[in-house]
């Protein structure tokens, strides 16, 4: 499998674009103006707690309170020990905080729509292959490195390493990027995080609170952190001073990749090739193609994510059974790439084509599964329900492609749909009528869009006609051509 990542930056905005054979599989922006801030670590004060909740609002500096749930507190007096094995039992956040009190958080999920930024005391910085934790003691692993005598080897290097470095207390967390790298890399890592953790800590002993103690890397860097790997096969930057603090950033911490990372200087805009640009603008649509003639429909609310699947133009060749199974195959195909490209997350609920074969049902749900293993946000899926209903969570840290490029519609705040002129036309007459019961007025003018005064003097007529008998008073009509076709006044002459 081909891989390549493309970086367009601008003074404004830096956009990212993972391509796998050709295809855009995810993209990220970032906003000079609101640029996303999970990870980044603050000096907070709790402004309010909240017992019925198990939860408080912590001021961090930003514009609304952001949010920390009593399981993401870190007690003082716990020490930095091992998870606990069994169930958690959530302490009383009153014992654990209180109004005035500074708090040194970090977030793990930027503001969504209206809800604040979500926060935790369990601080943890991240470097290229190590995750560094200082509330823990305990070394992890990444559950996507599996040949057991890669894990084996390296965790005891951390171990050892952590070992000859007894005055710094913290934990670590081994990514998937680890997997082969030399003993050298692993240590150069650790005294990177050593030095960093210190950085910090000092910090925050400076600052009053509400401040900013650490802020995460740009996401062009972040990119070459978080998102190269061996099959990566090129890494190409339109901005020549984003690649030289690149080159730098590479050179210093993953020299391996350093031949990869090249700056672009083509005329044709970097996101013009693979047709990044065309692919998205297709994610902001509910339809997606497929190439069968079937198409998918997403739908994403505030409360979970909807799909669903129906077989559009492919008639198929054998018999009905054979034609659903195949549209649901390169669905499941088509899905998994439309979570990583749109970013969606939370609860996402996909309603297959009913299949009457189990085993059809099960490789429908295993090639899923199988889709889904490149994603790197979290995922988690269960079989198929009673009601033909596929059930999934996708981790959700960041705002989904569609939130951040869209807004929702202000002439019908986001349902999607408009009254009809019709609709419209009947409010105005019990307008009228209202009206009339309450004010003594010697005729009304009415001022309403095109369509909808089209409609009224047309189609309308004989029962305004009707009206106007019936209230003994003449009414009069306006085009206002700034006024949506929900928009009208009546006004007493």
């Not at 009254?419 to 001022?447: G, H, P, Q, W």
């Amino acid at each position: 499998m081909s891989e390549e990542i493309l970086i367009n930056v601008t003074p404004v905005e830096t956009r990212v674009a993972l391509v796998e054979n050709g295809m855009l599989q995810e993209a990220y922006i970032e906003r000079a103006s609101r640029k996303g801030i999970v990870g980044n670590i603050y000096k907070g004060k709790v402004v309010r707690v909240l017992p019925g909740m198990e939860a408080a609002f912590v001021d961090i500096g930003l514009e609304r309170a952001a949010f920390i749930h009593a399981s993401d507190v870190v007690s003082s007096h716990a020490g930095a020990t091992e998870p606990a094995e069994g169930p958690k039992t959530v302490p009383d956040i009153r014992t654990l905080l209180r109004e005035g009190q500074s708090l040194v958080v970090q977030v793990t999920k930027d503001p969504i729509g209206t809800k604040g930024a979500r926060l935790t005391t369990q601080l943890s910085i991240p470097s290229r292959y190590l995750v560094f934790m200082p509330e823990v003691s305990h070394v992890g692993i990444s559950q996507r490195i599996e040949d057991e005598a890669e894990r084996t080897r390296l965790k005891s290097l951390v171990e050892e390493g952590a070992a000859a470095h007894p005055e710094v207390q913290g934990g670590y967390i081994i990514r998937t990027a680890a997997e082969a790298a030399s003993p050298e890399e692993l240590m150069g890592d650790m005294n990177y995080l050593h030095h960093l953790s210190q950085s910090i800590q000092e910090r925050i002993e400076k600052v009053e609170a509400p401040a900013a103690v650490y802020k995460d890397l740009p996401l062009f860097i972040r990119t070459i952190r978080d998102l190269i790997r061996p099959q990566t096969e090129k890494v190409r930057i339109d901005s020549r001073e984003s690649h030289q603090r690149v080159m730098e950033f590479v050179n210093e911490f993953v020299t391996e990749f350093a031949d990869k990372v090249e700056y672009y200087p083509g005329e044709r805009p970097i996101f013009d090739l693979y047709s990044v640009e065309d692919e998205i603008q297709k994610a902001l649509s509910r339809k997606v193609q497929l190439k069968s003639g079937g198409y998918v429909i997403i739908d994403q609310t505030e409360a979970m994510t909807t799909i669903d699947i129906n077989t559009g133009a492919f008639v198929g060749h054998r018999n009905l059974e054979e034609t659903i199974f195949k549209t649901n195959l390169e669905a499941a195909r088509a899905i998994s790439r439309q979570l990583r490209l749109r970013n969606l997350g939370g609860i996402i609920i996909i309603d297959f084509i009913d299949m009457e074969d189990p085993e059809h049902q099960r490789q429908v749900h295993r090639m899923l599964e199988k889709m889904l293993e490149r994603d790197h946000a979290k995922t988690k899926i269960t079989g198929v329900s009673e009601l033909g209903l596929v059930e999934m969570t996708r981790k959700r840290t960041t705002e989904s492609l569609g939130q951040v490029l869209c807004e929702p519609c202000p002439i019908c705040d986001g349902r999607g749909f408009l009254k009809t002129s019709e609709t419209v036309c009947f409010e105005i007459f019990r307008e009228i009528l209202r009206i009339n019961r309450a004010y003594d007025a010697e005729s009304y003018l009415v001022m309403a869009s095109q369509s909808v005064v089209d409609r009224l003097l047309d189609e309308e007529a004989d029962n305004v006609a009707d009206l106007e008998t019936f209230i003994a008073k003449t009414i009069r009509f306006q085009v206002e051509p700034f006024y949506s076709q929900e928009q009208y006044d009546v006004v007493l002459l």
